[in-house]
Nanobody
Framework: VQLVESGGGSVQAGGSLRLSCAAS????????MGWFRQAPGKEREGVAT???????SYADSVKGRFTISKDNAENTLYLQMNSLKPDDTGMYYC??????????????????WGQGTQVTVSS
């Protein structure tokens, strides 16, 4: 299984970015997937998840600003990030489980991880 993130970069506050996670050896339509982030000196935190039925869940800090989605034909997971804030700065990771439902998973529940893509938001 390989997960490859892309789309990170540097933006000013209020800007937008779209992260992508291309999966190989894994079928995104069948399982729970998620996005996590880690800021320097902080623990990794969950940002959003999406299950096999495309039901989504978000951290309170990103609700209304971020949207997780997947394209089953492209076998790719996305994270659309709007109204970005400096607090959104960090390394963003795509993660995948081997069960279809998410049910508020912890990071330890995810079996596969991408290498991460950096997001930097300046004020």
């Amino acid at each position: 299984v390989q997960l490859v993130e892309s789309g990170g970069g540097s933006v000013q506050a209020g800007g937008s970015l779209r992260l992508s996670c291309a999966a190989s050896g894994y079928t995104v339509s069948r399982y729970c997937m998620g996005w996590f982030r880690q800021a320097p000196g902080k623990e990794r935190e969950g940002v959003a998840t999406i299950d096999s039925g495309s039901r989504t869940s978000y951290a309170d800090s990103v609700k209304g600003r971020f949207t997780i989605s997947k394209d089953n034909a492209e076998n790719t997971l996305y994270l659309q990030m709007n109204s970005l804030k400096p607090d959104d700065t960090g390394m963003y990771y795509c993660a995948a489980r081997v069960v279809p439902f998410c049910r508020s998973p912890r990071s330890a529940d995810f079996s596969y991880w991408g290498q991460g893509t950096q997001v930097t938001v300046s004020s």
